[in-house]
């Protein structure tokens, strides 16, 4: 591994982009400010250097708590990207229950929610001209 890409501390969308949460930069940084991402509880700003130790809360589609263990600067391949950090085990439980909640929730039946354009014309030729 190249450690000259290993440096003391880096902006937080740089190392989310890093660390492979999210495929580019600016998808990090619309997240950091959308507020998907809390750091030690706190709403941070994409320019937040990140150190090792630090706690970081990550909502996309499921909530994840992280704790950093190495800062990267440069994209690495995902076999090392996991290496950056360590999932808490209660977001680890967290995140299982609620992939198994959503795969076990039930699915929209055909013909369920809007008409399409098709029901759309069966529908107008039983209502009468006004």
Do not use: C
């Not at 940084?29 to 994409?46: M, S």
């Amino acid at each position: 591994m190249n450690e000259t890409s290993s440096v003391d501390r880096v902006r937080l969308d740089k190392w989310l982009w890093a660390a492979r949460f999210f495929k580019t930069r600016s998808l990090s940084v619309k997240a950091i400010e959308g507020g998907k991402v809390r750091v030690n509880g706190d709403r941070p700003k994409p320019s937040r250097e990140v150190r090792v130790g630090m706690e970081i809360t990550i909502n996309t589609h499921v909530e994840r708590t992280i704790i950093v263990r190495r800062v990267f600067d440069v994209r690495r391949p995902a076999s090392e990207a996991v290496t950056l950090y360590e999932e808490t085990p209660e977001s680890i439980t967290r995140r299982e229950r609620e992939i198994e909640l959503r795969r076990l929730a039930p699915q929209r039946e055909a013909g369920e929610g809007r008409p399409t354009k098709r029901d759309r014309r069966k529908i107008m030729r039983f209502i009468p001209n006004s």
